[in-house]
């Protein structure tokens, strides 16, 4: 089953991402979004999923389920497929549940905004920075890092738990490309872990265009590791609900850039793209 065509895996060579449109079956969504919200009101006793004035605090987070809507999300025909066809056929695992999940509540004046400033510009991190390397406070509050072949993480999933059709909405921002120019400052290390904070800093990132990762309830995005993305603040009138974990890889390293029969995985072929430009 070939969910993506050709120019869609081209388009997530060269862009960082793809989005796949209803990749959870409605009713599939449905069974999440209450057992988000059961969880949400589980850790939050003062929450009513229907009453917005209750929606006092700007941004919480749930650490994730294995429930079996939440397995069955994380593993439908479209997605498993389209897996295969970024990563490769056996090479990444299944996932038996999801999270975090980030959720953003709508910006009022009352609210304490200080506490809700969306995160900036980042890439997931899979492994600790050595205690030794964390000089500042920016790699204590994230001292999580990445290598080359992206040891950990074989893509990042953005599922859209809520409707995010409008930049209101909060959906995440992505930088087109910005993978890249990522490979090309981890080739550097070989594969040592390194910090993504301090990989994202080396780049200019007005260079790149902004995308919103906007779509309905049910669509995923699925980010090539190294691609440079961050939250906003939602502003909109619903609260936003997203699930942003890794797709692990069944081996390590995660990417082989040393394949004697030279065929690459497109996710592969993003790093060496990247390695191999000036």
Request: contains cysteine; charged residues 25%; aromatic residues 8%.
């Amino acid at each position: 089953m070939a969910v993506l065509n050709d120019t869609e895996i081209e388009a997530f060579i060269s862009d960082g991402f793809v989005c796949v449109r209803e990749a959870i079956p409605a009713g599939i969504v449905s069974e999440c979004q209450n057992e988000i919200w059961q969880l949400i009101t589980e850790s939050n006793p003062s929450i009513v999923r229907d009453d917005p004035e209750t929606w006092t605090e700007p941004f919480i987070r749930i650490y994730g389920s294995d429930a079996p809507c939440m397995r069955a999300a994380a593993n439908t025909e479209r997605l498993t497929a389209t897996f295969d066809q970024l990563v490769g056929v056996g090479n990444w695992k299944p996932r038996t549940g999801i999270g975090t999940f980030p959720i953003r509540f709508p910006e009022r004046p009352d609210m304490n905004s200080q506490e809700a400033r969306a995160d900036g510009y980042h890439i997931d991190g899979s492994w600790l920075v050595p205690e030794k390397d964390r000089h500042d406070i920016e790699l204590q509050k994230y001292p999580y890092g990445v290598n080359l072949s992206s040891d950990g993480r074989a893509l990042l999933i953005l599922f859209l738990f809520s409707d995010m059709e409008t930049q209101a909405d909060a959906p995440p921002i992505i930088k087109r490309g910005s993978h890249l120019d990522i490979a090309r400052e981890l080739a550097d290390y070989e594969h040592e872990v390194v910090s993504g904070v301090r990989m994202v800093e080396r780049l200019d990132l007005a260079r790149y265009e902004t995308v919103h990762a906007t779509g309905k309830a049910g669509d995923v995005y699925l980010l090539h590791p190294f691609t440079v993305h961050r939250g906003q603040l939602c502003v909109g009138d619903h609260p936003r609900i997203l699930a942003q974990p890794e797709l692990p890889p069944a081996h390590t390293p995660a990417y082989n850039l040393h394949r004697t029969d030279e065929k690459y995985a497109p996710a592969e072929q993003a790093v060496l793209q990247g390695v191999q430009e000036d």
